[in-house]
Each structure stands twice: as C-alpha cells, then as structure tokens.
C-alpha cells in the first residue's frame, strides 16, 4: 500500500467524514497518512488508526487495510502474514469453552494451532488422548508454573506459556520471547533455585498470542540448547530453547 489510499473516503467518530489527502513512509519504516475533514486536516498512523479512529469507507480501502494490518502484526509477531492470517480466522470460528478436544478427529497437535484458553483444560484433554500424566494436573492451574518436567509417555515436559512477547506481557520473574525457530528466557534472578535446573528434555509448548484470540497455540516441540549470562548485568542469564519439531506426536 502507498500513494493508492490517497482521495479514498474516511470516517471518523470525532471529525465526521474525510478524504485521505497524503500517504508516507518515513525511512523507519513507520507509515502515516493526512485526512482533510474540511475544517480540520489530521495526521494518523497508518495502518494502526483504522483499529480504534477511522473507518474505511470503500471495500477496496477496506481490504487494503485489513492486509497491512495483517502484516504488521504477522512482522510484530515474527511470523509470515499467511500463517497469522490463517491464526487470525481460526481463532474465531468457536469459543473455546464449548470445544470437547476429546471428541476432535485431531490426530496430532500441529504448531500454529489454536487448542483453548485454559492451560488445564487442554492438559487434562490431552491426558485421556495422548496419555500424559493426568496426576501432574495440578501443575497446570491457576497462579502454577503450567510446567511438568515429565508428563508424557515418551517423558517429555510440557509447557504452557501465558506470557511472552507475543502477548506483550511478563510474569516479573523472567520474560520470555519467541524469535523464529528459538525461545529465550531471560531470568533477572534465580527464583526459587529454578534456573540451573533445566535438563536437557524434549518440552511440548504452548503459547498465548495476543492478537488472535489470546487462546493457547501448539507452538512445537522445543529442547535446552544453552544457557548464558547477560553481559554487563550480575546475576542475569538467558536460557536458550530450539525448536526441533511442529508436530505431536512426533512424525
């Protein structure tokens, strides 16, 4: 998108109707375009102000905005805008409280895939599919690590992530972020003698994202890589997890 949105109609809750007079791109990458409301001529950041300020008044506007935001947000979470477009429409096709996964014709848990909201839902759902520990269970409710170190058949973890940066939040403990086929976790301090403990076992891991629904998604199958210090900064260290697999069970 770029000069094609100038002379296309706008509204806005505030100013009324407006017409799209500029359209630019800072070398930041940073977008933005001008509205002339007659009396009033107001810069917005673009594509964003059509989430919460304007609205699009064609079906081609309408269309051309929907994909830039899939876009950028496809970059922010560090996935291609097909597979967040594909998260996008499937995160809203039921409410995950009225899901029986145990009735799903699922095979197997596929990365990308929206699987509930509730951490132990989808563990005790998978106890009875795919065998896991159901007496870990407990691990996976409210104010609990959601981590088992030993939970399936093949004595595998499972990990279930409410916080990341793909739903933009910390837990204050450690930060966690997702960043193609690795996942870091940066721990400030070692709470509660956890963080040189990490063996090196294959982990199922699951992750709120944001922008789609803040439902739980298979993310993959992860394995400790390493740990490090952070330089400059006494007693904080960031472990290391690669991704080595986008099914479960494993293909």
Excluded at 123 to 149: H, N
Aim: charged share 30%.
């Amino acid at each position: 998108m770029n000069n094609n949105i100038v002379k296309e109609k706008v509204v806005s809750g505030v100013f009324g109707v407006g017409e799209v007079v500029q359209y630019e791109k800072k070398d930041s990458g940073n977008q933005y375009i001008s509205v002339d409301f007659g009396t009033n001529l107001v810069k917005f950041a673009y594509p964003a102000c059509f989430e919460k300020h304007l609205k699009a008044v064609s079906d081609d506007l309408k269309v051309a905005v929907e994909a830039e935001l899939a876009k950028e947000k496809a970059q922010k979470l560090n996935i291609s805008t097909n597979t967040y477009i594909r998260l996008n429409n499937s995160s809203v096709c039921q409410e995950e409280e009225k899901i029986n996964l145990k009735n799903t014709n699922v095979s197997a848990l596929v990365r990308h895939k929206a699987y509930g909201t509730s951490a132990q839902r989808i563990y005790v759902d998978f106890c009875d599919k795919y065998g896991w520990d159901i007496d870990e269970r407990g691990k996976f409710g409210k104010q609990q690590r959601l981590f088992s170190e030993v939970a399936t058949p093949e004595g595998y973890s499972v990990w279930f992530l409410a916080h990341s940066n793909l739903t933009e939040t910390s837990n204050g403990k450690w930060k966690n972020e997702f960043s193609g086929d690795v996942l870091y976790e940066k721990w400030e301090s070692d709470v509660d003698g956890l963080l040189f403990s990490v063996r090196k076992i294959k982990r199922v891991v699951f992750a709120k994202i944001k922008d789609v629904g803040m439902k739980y998604y298979f993310m993959g199958i992860y394995i400790f890589e390493k740990i490090e210090p952070v330089e400059g900064k006494s007693g904080v260290y960031i472990r290391t997890f690669r991704r080595i697999g986008d099914t479960y069970p494993e293909r």
